[in-house]
C-alpha cells in the first residue's frame, strides 16, 4: 500500500519532470533564434561586401 508520503515523492518527481522538459525547451528556442540572428549577420556583410565594388 503507498502512503502519502509515495504518492508525495512522485508528485515532486513529476514536477521536476515537467520543469526539465520546459527548461530544454527554452534552450532549443533560444539556440534557434541565435542560429536566425546570425545567420541574418552574415547574410547582411555579405550584402555590404558585394554592394561596395558596385557602388565604386
Known amino acids: 500500500m503507498r502512503?502519502?508520503?509515495d504518492r508525495m515523492m512522485r508528485y515532486v518527481e513529476n514536477i521536476r519532470r515537467e520543469?526539465?522538459?520546459f527548461r530544454g525547451q527554452q534552450v532549443l528556442a533560444a539556440?534557434?533564434?541565435?542560429a536566425q540572428?546570425?545567420?541574418l549577420w552574415d547574410s547582411g556583410k555579405q550584402t555590404?561586401?558585394?554592394?561596395r565594388?558596385?557602388?565604386?
Do not use: D, I, Q, Y
Not at 539556440?31 to 541565435?34: A, E, G, H, Q, V
Not at 565594388?53 to 565604386?56: G, M, R, V
Open 48 to 51: 555590404e561586401v558585394e554592394a
Open 19 to 21: 520543469e526539465a522538459t
Open 53 to 56: 565594388p558596385a557602388a565604386l
Open 3 to 5: 502512503g502519502p508520503a
Open 31 to 34: 539556440s534557434s533564434r541565435n
Open 37 to 39: 540572428f546570425a545567420s
